[in-house]
């Protein structure tokens, strides 16, 4: 069994249970394997997981974007819990190296398969649900989902690169951004406009456009990326 001492240190948390975290990445392929040598395997951690994760990132959506429709904060939530997010996830933490499979699903590459790391994550998640609560377990979601919630929003919420970034400034600053004509340049049958973009009156972005209009879009899109990578608890 790996060592889950380490994996603890990875998820900021100490189990008061080390058995729940270790059954949480057992996978099936190793007790059909190996029966009788297991406690058991992931899959109903998995499935309770699976849905500890749904109630968090929901419960985030709906307080944090009090403007987005039930249509949109389905999009995001599906966008954020998603097979390939949750593996992408799991990457980013070696959770891979902790799994126990059998061998012929590790000679297959079963530990960087996206459906292996993703069940694992949400069985670990789970397992933390049920040794510290759903508190614990909110702050490592929040956390772990970090680095993917912007995109997520760029990805889920429609709309133009001004409305998504109004969308996020309100999440992470309870601001809404302001916009600041820097410069009017060329004839008048071919003007530039250059644009900035702002929030508490730090310089988030700046776009050039053939209009007021355009240029804005462009700051906007200059400030989503510059934003890329943070998540508010």
Same mark, same amino acid.
């Given at each position: 069994?790996?060592?889950?001492?380490?994996?603890?240190?990875?998820?900021?948390?100490?189990?008061?249970?080390?058995?729940?975290?270790?059954?949480?990445?057992?996978?099936?392929?190793?007790?059909?394997?190996?029966?009788?040598?297991?406690?058991?395997?992931?899959?109903?951690?998995?499935?309770?997981?699976?849905?500890?994760?749904?109630?968090?990132?929901?419960?985030?959506?709906?307080?944090?974007?009090?403007?987005?429709?039930?249509?949109?904060?389905?999009?995001?939530?599906?966008?954020?819990?998603?097979?390939?997010?949750?593996?992408?996830?799991?990457?980013?933490?070696?959770?891979?190296?902790?799994? @126990?499979? +059998?061998? &012929?699903?590790?000679? =297959?590459?079963?530990?960087?398969?996206?459906?292996?790391?993703?069940? $694992? %994550? #949400?069985?670990?998640?789970?397992?933390?649900?049920?040794?510290?609560?759903?508190?614990?377990?909110?702050?490592?979601?929040?956390?772990?989902?970090?680095?993917?919630?912007?995109?997520?929003?760029?990805?889920?919420?429609?709309?133009?690169?001004?409305?998504?970034?109004?969308?996020?400034?309100?999440?992470?600053?309870?601001?809404?951004?302001?916009?600041?004509?820097?410069?009017?340049?060329?004839?008048?049958?071919?003007?530039?406009?250059?644009?900035?973009?702002?929030?508490?009156?730090? @310089?988030? +972005?700046? &776009?050039?456009?053939? =209009?007021?209009?355009?240029?804005?879009?462009?700051?906007?899109?200059? $400030? %989503? #990326?510059?934003?890329?990578?943070?998540?508010?608890?």
């Amino acid at each position: 069994m790996p060592d889950t001492a380490a994996l603890e240190k990875r998820l900021g948390v100490e189990f008061a249970e080390p058995a729940l975290l270790a059954l949480s990445l057992v996978h099936s392929s190793y007790v059909n394997e190996n029966p009788g040598t297991a406690a058991g395997h992931n899959e109903r951690l998995e499935f309770l997981g699976d849905a500890v994760l749904d109630f968090v990132v929901a419960g985030k959506l709906y307080r944090d974007f009090p403007d987005l429709s039930e249509g949109q904060m389905t999009r995001l939530r599906s966008t954020l819990v998603r097979r390939e997010t949750l593996a992408r996830v799991a990457r980013s933490i070696g959770l891979g190296d902790y799994l @126990v499979m +059998g061998k &012929g699903e590790e000679a =297959s590459g079963g530990r960087d398969k996206s459906a292996n790391l993703a069940g $694992a %994550l #949400e069985a670990v998640i789970a397992a933390v649900y049920l040794d510290r609560g759903v508190t614990v377990a909110r702050k490592i979601i929040v956390r772990l989902l970090e680095a993917e919630w912007p995109a997520a929003i760029a990805a889920g919420t429609g709309g133009d690169a001004k409305s998504r970034l109004q969308e996020l400034t309100q999440a992470r600053f309870q601001l809404t951004p302001g916009y600041r004509l820097l410069a009017e340049t060329g004839p008048d049958h071919d003007k530039q406009f250059t644009v900035e973009v702002t929030v508490n009156g730090e @310089v988030l +972005g700046s &776009g050039t456009g053939s =209009s007021k209009k355009l240029a804005e879009k462009e700051a906007a899109r200059a $400030a %989503l #990326e510059r934003l890329r990578g943070g998540f508010t608890k």
